[in-house]
């Protein structure tokens, strides 16, 4: 008798654990479905109605995965809806609620996904220009059982089977790839919104010598390019499309080059074949690491005033968030 009681037991936790295999696998096709939506959204316009509706998926399939105690989707759904919040509707109040109230109730469920929550809680503070915030996290993360000192590895150098493990270049003090990321978007922070940019002298593609402060009181994009940037070309077409139609409420667009090697001719035939007929920077690869503004949105906009009004755009917001700070429709 007591054979059979634990033979049905032990039936009974196959299929409970066959049912949540299952359920795990179409939260995680649901998941990829509500992200796909999204990436289609970041590449246009869309409705808030649009929004409302993805938001409610997307908050079901959250319910789901916890009444299903599917913690790495739940973690995993949390962390894409941050993501939205915080790159799509440029709402990092909204993305910092949802990733500490993930750590903090469900962090000990999912540990090793926690070391992605901080390095975001730092990004979005980045937005909001709060260094001390991100100093006070990373000293939280390393303390936390969350910390990680992970190192990049590589195969390559001594055999095909055989890995090697690197410490990445400029690591402060640290091993871990999240601390470093941290320390990035601290940086990010110091020339977040409501600071000002280094008021650097330039020379553009023509030879003529300005400064930034010389553009006060117009409304100033001042974007870092590479030509090989993947992203680059969309950008590109949101900075013609407001050039062409706020030139006259009184954009200006500045463009620095970080190719070093690119000579002055290339440069300008980029720019000519890619319709920028605006200010060319060649060669400023030190200001871009002294402002922390590295990949493929490297934006920022200034208001007349030559306060930074936003930072690194991306391509859903660019052309609302220069309107908005023309104050035109």
């Given at each position: ?233 969309r950008t590109l077409k949101q900075l013609s499309t407001a050039y062409r139609l706020h030139q ?82």
């Open positions: 008798m007591k054979k059979l009681i634990l033979a049905v037991m032990a039936a009974g936790a196959l299929a409970c654990g066959a049912a949540r295999a299952v359920e795990a696998g179409n939260l995680d096709a649901d998941i990829h479905a509500a992200f796909s939506k999204l990436q289609s959204m970041s590449e246009g316009y869309y409705t808030q109605d649009e929004w409302n509706s993805l938001t409610q998926q997307m908050d079901a399939i959250a319910k789901r995965a916890e009444g299903a105690q599917a913690w790495d989707q739940l973690v995993e759904m949390n962390r894409v809806k941050a993501m939205a919040l915080g790159q799509m509707r440029r709402d990092p109040q909204g993305a910092l609620a949802v990733l500490r109230g993930t750590l903090d109730k469900f962090g000990a469920k999912c540990p090793a996904r926690m070391g992605r929550f901080y390095a975001m809680l730092a990004e979005n503070n980045a937005q909001l220009g709060q260094e001390e915030e991100i100093t006070k996290l990373i000293k939280e993360f390393e303390q936390s059982p969350y910390y990680n000192a992970e190192h990049y590895a590589f195969s390559g150098g001594q055999g095909r089977l055989e890995e090697l493990t690197i410490t990445r270049p400029a690591a402060k003090g640290a091993s871990s790839i999240i601390v470093t990321m941290m320390e990035r978007a601290r940086r990010k922070a110091a020339f977040g919104p409501g600071k000002a940019l280094p008021d650097v002298a330039c020379t553009d593609l023509q030879g003529r010598s300005f400064k930034l402060s010389d553009l006060r009181g117009k409304v100033v994009v001042v974007d870092f390019f590479a030509r090989g940037f993947t992203l680059y070309p006259k409420d009184g954009l200006e667009i500045v463009s620095f080059n970080m190719d070093l090697a690119t000579k002055p001719e290339e440069l300008s035939a980029f720019a000519q074949a890619h319709g920028m007929n605006w200010v060319i920077v060649p060669n400023q690869e030190e200001l871009t690491r002294k402002l922390a503004g590295f990949g493929d949105t490297a934006l920022f906009l200034l208001s007349r005033n030559g306060v930074i009004a936003a930072r690194d755009m991306g391509e859903a917001n660019l052309l609302q968030s220069i309107k908005d700070a023309l104050g035109v429709r």
